[in-house]
């Protein structure tokens, strides 16, 4: 089937605005996670779900990020009044019942 | 395109060559570990995964090796393809945890 998607692919933001990031996993995945990326270092925890339920947001960095998966399929992460730190790839994973995560291409934000 | 790995240490190989990928993990109660292939403007790609109840696991073309001794992982790629030319990822899962702990990644390069 499908893997994970997510979009936008790419989205170029000017400081102080509102983005939204789109996370469709695959199809029964109980589990799904955000992580963000930095360039030249590996992705880091954001928040996890497990169906409607964020089990997780330790790695949020801070009161502007947000995510949310109503009805336990689709997620969307996100980050009012964005700021230049916010400039990365923002990585959704999803998860069956092994503990394998499989990503999806990721949003790559850019703020201006 | 965008690059993945701008820093990161570099393995350069000829074709045809067997890559050796190491990794060191951090945490001694990690229960499960996966190598991931980034390539440049995608999401991390699963390649391979091993628990820490193994010490070897091969799948096609690859084989991982766990050294828990010395929490060294490392990722073998036999007859190295232009087409494995990408960043590598090591992370890790300690025991009842759900979150990827990503090592820092290597970038590696294949020679025609």
């Known amino acids: 089937g499908a893997g994970v998607s997510q979009s936008p692919r790419y989205k170029v933001a000017k400081r102080g605005q509102d983005v939204a990031l789109r996370c469709d996993p695959i199809?029964?995945?109980?589990?799904l996670f955000w992580y963000q990326q930095a360039l030249g270092q590996g992705p880091e925890f954001l928040t996890y779900f497990q169906n409607e339920a964020q089990l997780d947001k330790s790695g949020l960095p801070s009161d502007r990020f947000f995510a949310e998966r109503p009805e336990g399929s689709v997620s969307t992460l996100k980050i009012q009044r964005t700021q230049q730190e916010d400039s990365a790839v923002y990585l959704c994973?999803?998860?069956?019942?092994?503990?394998?995560?499989?990503f999806g291409p990721g949003t790559r934000l850019l703020v201006l | 395109g965008e690059s993945v790995g701008l820093h990161l240490p570099t393995l350069s190989v000829q074709e045809g060559d067997n890559s050796i990928i190491n990794c060191a993990y951090s945490n001694s109660a990690s229960d499960y570990f996966i190598w991931y292939k980034q390539e440049s403007g995608k999401g991390p790609q699963f390649i391979i995964d091993?628990?820490?109840?193994?010490d070897k696991r091969q799948g096609q073309r690859v084989t991982v090796l766990l050294n828990k001794t010395v929490k060294h992982l490392s990722l073998q790629i036999a007859a190295t393809q232009p087409g494995d030319s990408a960043v590598y990822f090591c992370a890790e899962i300690p025991w009842s945890s759900y979150k990827l702990i990503f090592g820092s990644g290597t970038r590696l390069l294949v020679r025609p």
């Open positions: 091993i628990r820490s109840n193994m």
């Open positions: 199809s029964g995945h109980v589990s």
């Open positions: 994973a999803s998860r069956g019942l092994r503990e394998t995560q499989y």
